[in-house]
């Protein structure tokens, strides 16, 4: 026990003896330097950090990975050659239903493509979901006028594509081009205004509520 309690006094009166010394170097160095030559130790010892975090930050900055891609990545591409989910019908296209000319819209003048409901109002259908209970088709208006006065059960959405119309309950136009959202149980007049020869806008309309994910399709364009 003796020997173990000498040993550490003896370290520690080392420890103070070197502390003693370092402070007396540090003071010495202070004391017999100039103040130009403390600068200029200061500015080398400054510049010599910034070098060194400089160089750090460098570094950094190459090992940085780059987040452009100059070549596609080939996998990207591929197609996917999983399996479908079997309760999945297939896709239904119709091309060039929203392709614009300057007389108006291509494909759109086919009569056998499109159902009249008067002598002046037909539609195209597109697309009938039967278990989602809804349908999306083409409204065509040939001739200005009043067209009716109807009330939807679910939402409608309305994309005009040649012509315009409006409703009396409303102060905006729907031209070519504009988005018209109609909500659900709203009644409204509709009207195409005089001068306007003809007008198509695509509407997707909603009859009723479906939690069907795998919902049963009609392609009325088949």
């Known amino acids: 026990m003796k020997t173990m309690m000498h040993r550490n006094v003896f370290a520690r009166l080392l420890l103070l003896l070197f502390s003693a010394l370092v402070t007396t170097r540090v003071t010495a160095f202070v004391s017999t330097s100039s103040p130009s030559a403390v600068r200029e130790t200061i500015q080398r010892l400054s510049s010599a950090t910034i070098d060194a975090v400089s160089s750090k930050e460098e570094q950094g900055e190459a090992k940085e990975p780059s987040n452009a891609t100059t070549e596609p990545d080939d996998e990207a591409f591929t197609p996917y050659r999983g399996e479908q989910p ?13 392709s614009h000319s300057l007389n108006g819209v291509e494909n ?70 504009s988005y018209v959202f109609e909500p659900p149980g709203e009644i409204h007049t509709l009207v195409v205004p005089e001068g306007v020869d003809e007008m198509v806008r695509i509407e997707p309309t909603r009859k009723q509520k479906s939690q069907n994910p795998f919902q049963t399709f009609l392609n009325t364009n088949d």
């Open 108 to 177: 759109i003048d086919e009569e056998k493509l499109w159902v009249p409901q008067t002598e002046s109002v037909s539609f195209r259908p597109l697309c009938f979901c039967v278990s989602g209970g809804y349908y999306v088709n083409l409204l065509r208006v040939r001739g200005a006028g009043l067209l009716s006065r109807h009330r939807h059960p679910g939402p409608v959405h309305g994309h005009v594509l040649k012509g315009k119309w409006s409703y009396l309950e409303h102060d905006w136009v729907a031209e070519a081009g």
């Open 86 to 98: 079997k309760e999945a019908l297939s896709e239904i296209f119709v091309p060039q239903v929203f």
